[in-house]
């Protein structure tokens, strides 16, 4: 009797494990070579002609302009939960007021700990921020 008890929660074990990779594995094959534009930087909007991007290149890797510099890092999901970081990017110097916000969005990604969908908006959600990070979908990218 002990043994079909094992084994029950053995498999039981391996569903569990088997649907969290599933949701994970369909959250990133959905992102996977879509680019999307900052429209909202958690409630303070952005600066207009600033375009701060994030492009889902692989399973496991974004990159993307901040404004002023290309950036790469990684990133993971548990389920609707998301880690990114650490981010490299490029050095360049900008304006004032465009570094300003690329460090702002950096500094939120790396702070991200959510990500949702909601009608046409990609938001993360970020620690210490009140409002998530809103991207409108500009385009596929295939590579």
């Not at 990779?21 to 990133?28: E, I, L, P």
């Not at 690329?102 to 969908?117: G, I």
Request: glycine share 10%.
């Amino acid at each position: 009797m002990n043994h079909k008890i094992f084994m029950f929660f053995c498999a039981l074990l391996m569903i569990v494990a088997c649907s969290h990779t599933g949701s994970s594995s369909r959250n990133t094959d959905a992102l996977i070579g879509t680019e999307w534009v900052l429209e909202d930087l958690g409630g303070r909007g952005v600066e207009d002609r600033v375009q701060s991007t994030i492009i889902f290149k692989t399973h496991d890797q974004i990159v993307g302009w901040g404004g002023c510099n290309r950036y790469f890092s990684g990133y993971r999901f548990h389920g609707h939960k998301i880690d990114i970081g650490p981010i490299g990017s490029t050095r360049r110097v900008c304006p004032a007021v465009v570094m300003d916000q690329e460090t702002r969005f950096f500094s939120a990604l790396d702070k991200a700990n959510r990500m949702s969908r909601e009608d046409s908006y990609l938001l993360i959600h970020c620690d210490d921020m009140e409002k998530p990070l809103r991207f409108m979908r500009l385009r596929r990218t295939d590579g």
